[in-house]
């Protein structure tokens, strides 16, 4: 089953897994070591961390020897923009109701 946006909400709203992804974004791909090194948390903790990530379709991984790289994958966001997408339309058709009615108060 493919990931939505109930996962992808769930995973990004914990401030620890939202500080994860950021560090992957801004800064590529990384080790479980080296996320664990700026995370301040354990290192089973990252893990389950990113096991959460990894479920909602945000990262993912590849093994080279003993170690574990982690990366995100863009595509994990759309289910994020296709909501947003919706509001935008929302709050549009209201800000273009609010100027309309604003013109006509002026004249």
């Not at 109930?6 to 992957?24: K, Y």
């Amino acid at each position: 089953m493919e990931p939505d946006a109930n996962d992808l909400f769930a995973a990004l709203g914990d401030p620890t897994r939202r500080a994860i992804f950021q560090r992957l974004s801004h800064e590529g791909e990384q080790t479980v070591g080296r996320l664990t090194a700026h995370a301040g948390i354990s290192q089973p903790a990252v893990s389950k961390h990113l096991a959460v990530l990894r479920r909602a379709g945000l990262v993912d991984d590849r093994r080279e020897g003993r170690e574990t790289h982690y990366r995100i994958r863009a595509q994990g966001l759309a289910p994020l923009i296709d909501w947003l997408g919706v509001y935008g339309i929302f709050w549009r058709d209201r800000l273009d109701a609010l100027s309309d009615l604003l013109d006509r108060m002026d004249e």
